[in-house]
């Protein structure tokens, strides 16, 4: 199977690194905490290629995905436009439906700010963050809804986190909650 072509696209209102704490937090911070924080640094788009184009391997998902990397109220305002949803959210999926001529699987968008704030409640990077939310995505993408499939999705996305050597998934932090 050929190498899917994918793409990573940033928004240019995205931050691309959280502000940088002053000096005095450092000290607080390094004083009381025994933890360390994890990194909320922005993969470079080459990196998320990257793996971008081994998750759909793994998954079995042919044909072009663009991934938008941007902000909540970026997010919130395709989820008011394409769900009826007025709130932001992590990853939202528009799939293209089958994979015609065009060779395309569909699009991602990505909230980077609700992805930091995921990353540092989970204690891992933002970088592995936005791997498992990719992945999310492109289960979406490849047909998977985790609110009618009485578990099927949450199954396959176990599985391929174990071949990715993800953390645990959106799926499972959910059920978690409950």
Do not use: W
């Amino acid at each position: 199977m050929a190498a899917p072509c994918t793409m990573i696209l940033l928004d240019p209102d995205l931050e691309p690194d959280p502000a940088p704490r002053s000096n005095a937090a450092k000290r607080v911070n390094a004083s009381t905490s025994t933890t360390k924080s994890p990194n909320l640094k922005l993969p470079t788009p080459r990196t998320l290629a990257r793996f971008l184009k081994l998750a759909q391997d793994v998954l079995g998902l042919r044909g072009q995905v663009t991934v938008l990397l941007t902000t909540d109220a970026a997010v919130k305002d395709l989820n008011r436009r394409f769900r009826r949803k007025n709130k932001a959210t992590d990853v939202l999926s528009f799939p293209a439906g089958t994979v015609g001529p065009e060779k395309i699987a569909g699009d991602l968008a990505i909230s980077v700010d609700t992805a930091r704030r995921q990353s540092a409640a989970c204690g891992h990077s933002l970088g592995i963050e936005l791997k498992v939310l990719m992945l999310h995505g492109l289960l979406h993408l490849a047909g998977y809804d985790h609110e009618n499939d009485a578990g099927r999705m949450a199954k396959r996305e176990r599985l391929l986190r174990g071949k990715l050597n993800l953390p645990q998934g959106l799926i499972e932090r959910a059920g978690a909650k409950r």
